[in-house]
């Protein structure tokens, strides 16, 4: 299927495209797109990682400000900038060589479905976790990112219908935001989030305030009219409203699931180990949105369940029951460790299976040697 996005961003169209513009001219033509997505992606890992290790339990900021070295918040608004700018020039880098594949689309959008969750990882430790005075709490971190995953499915779930990728205003938006809280930040320290802004609200909460007004008033009723006029317009690539609906159905039930383990954990795992929670939510819903994103492009049908739904199933309801008592957090950590590396090992095998059926190296623009 021919790839088609539409934005309509003014802060896209007026500001950063014209950027992308002229930095792509500095990219060398033998250099491969997948190689330039790729590389953001590892840059945004690499960042998670090191705030990671100054900050495990979301508690640096808050407790005494200063743990995380001034240096980690710069660093990271310009690893974030580079993911940003890198993502925004591969595809019209793959046009340049005229090497855009459905390999790349799948490569672009299935990192991105794990990115985004990795984003918003990395910025809960600027803001840190609530410790009775500043800070947000660990199940404002759940919504929170349960709001930015679910803006993202939107976005999918709507292509799959419409055939066309209606970049979210969000994104771009988020991006900038992102850049310019590290950097401040960096230069004025942690506190500034600690300290009311207007009417004793923090630039926390005006910020969860934004993000769920975007979701709530203007992506998703922005999705639902793009739904509506494709139907009008009878362009819809699915005739049934049960056909139309079945993406939904695992992101659904996979928030349902992790909602159950959070609120009837025993051990109230979410508060013990958020990190780790976290971070297996946004494995499990990359590895649903994968699917998802694989179906539209190859016109196949996703299956209702996805597999992954069986096993934490299991696990929620061992939790739940009490029957894990106090091996909780380490059985998240194994269950974690498995599902990540299962998520990557998936990963891995489409993208070879492409690359052999497409003709085409992944991350070099010469061609595969027919055997």
Not at 280 to 297: R, T
């Amino acid at each position: 299927s021919q790839y088609s996005a539409v934005d309509t961003n003014p802060l896209s169209v007026y500001i950063m495209q014209p950027i992308w513009n002229k930095i792509i001219k500095i990219v060398p033509l033998w250099i491969a797109p997948n190689l330039l997505t790729f590389s953001g992606f590892v840059m945004i890992l690499f960042n998670y990682f090191l705030i990671s290790f100054y900050d495990w339990d979301y508690t640096a900021s808050g407790t005494s400000p200063g743990l995380v070295p001034t240096w980690v918040w710069l660093f990271s608004a310009f690893t974030t900038f580079c993911a940003y700018a890198l993502d925004s020039i591969d595809g019209k880098h793959a046009r340049r060589t005229q090497s855009s594949t459905p390999l790349g689309e799948l490569f672009d959008h299935g990192l991105d479905s794990w990115a985004t969750s990795i984003f918003v990882l990395s910025f809960f430790s600027v803001c840190s976790r609530d410790n009775g005075k500043t800070g947000v709490s660990v199940y404002t971190m759940y919504i929170y990112l349960s709001i930015v995953l679910f803006n993202f499915m939107c976005s999918h779930w709507e292509k799959y219908n419409t055939g066309v990728l209606f970049l979210p205003w969000g994104y771009d938006i988020s991006q900038v935001v992102l850049i310019a809280a590290y950097l401040l930040t960096g230069t004025v320290g942690v506190e500034v989030w600690q300290k009311p802004l207007l009417f004793g609200y923090y630039i926390t909460d005006v910020l969860v305030i934004l993000l769920i007004g975007f979701s709530l008033f203007l992506s998703f009723p922005q999705t639902l009219y793009n739904i509506h006029r494709a139907h009008l317009k009878k362009t819809l690539k699915n005739n049934s409203l049960y056909e139309g609906l079945l993406p939904l159905v695992s992101p659904l039930l996979l928030f349902i699931l992790l909602t159950v383990w959070v609120v009837l954990s025993p051990s109230n795992i979410l508060a013990k180990q958020p990190r780790l929670f976290l971070w297996m939510v946004g494995v499990a819903f990359s590895n649903v949105i994968c699917k998802v994103i694989i179906c539209q492009m190859s016109s196949t049908r996703p299956e209702l369940l996805h597999w992954f739904l069986f096993p934490l199933a299991l696990v929620v309801y061992a939790a739940t029951s009490g029957l894990l008592g106090p091996t909780e957090e380490a059985v998240l950590g194994v269950f974690t460790a498995l599902l990540t590396a299962a998520h990557v090992h998936y990963g891995v095998c489409v993208g070879r299976q492409l690359s052999e059926h497409l003709n085409i190296y992944i991350f070099s623009l010469k061609k595969r040697v027919q055997e």
